[in-house]
C-alpha cells in the first residue's frame, strides 16, 4: 500500500498564492510509479486533472493553470509539490494527490483551496 499526506490548502484571496504538498510512504519505493500529480474536484462536478510529472521529470498541466501553476518534486521522487501562483476563485475545489502506480491509483484524502474574490 501506498500512503499520500497532503497539506497546504487554506483561504486565499485572488491572486494569491499558496503551495500543496504530498507526501508518500509505504511502498512507493517499492512500485517506482509511472506518475505523481495533483487532480482537483468541485462539489457536483467531476474530479479532473491540474497537473502530473512522471518517472523521468515530463510535466503535463490542465490549460487552465498553465503558466500560474508548477508541479515539483524531491530527489528522492517520494513528495510532490504544487505551486500555485495568481489563483483565481475558480480555482477553488478539494486538492487531491496521486500515485499512478501502472494501472493502480493511490489518492490522498484531499485538501481544501478556497479563493476568494
Known amino acids: 500500500q501506498v500512503q499520500l499526506v497532503e497539506s497546504g490548502g487554506g483561504l486565499v484571496q485572488a491572486g494569491g498564492s499558496l503551495r500543496l504538498s504530498c507526501a508518500a510512504s509505504g511502498r512507493i519505493f517499492s512500485i517506482r510509479p509511472r506518475a505523481m500529480g495533483w487532480y482537483r474536484q468541485v462539489t457536483g462536478k467531476q474530479r479532473e486533472l491540474v497537473a502530473t510529472i512522471t518517472s523521468n521529470g515530463y510535466t503535463n498541466y490542465a490549460e487552465s493553470v498553465k503558466g500560474r501553476f508548477t508541479i515539483s518534486r524531491d530527489n528522492a521522487k517520494t513528495t510532490v509539490y504544487l505551486q500555485m501562483n495568481s489563483l483565481k476563485p475558480e480555482d477553488t475545489a478539494v486538492y487531491y494527490c496521486?500515485?499512478?502506480?501502472?494501472?493502480?491509483?493511490?489518492w490522498g484524502q484531499g485538501t481544501q483551496v478556497t479563493v476568494s474574490s
Open positions: 496521486n500515485v499512478d502506480a501502472w494501472g493502480t491509483d493511490y
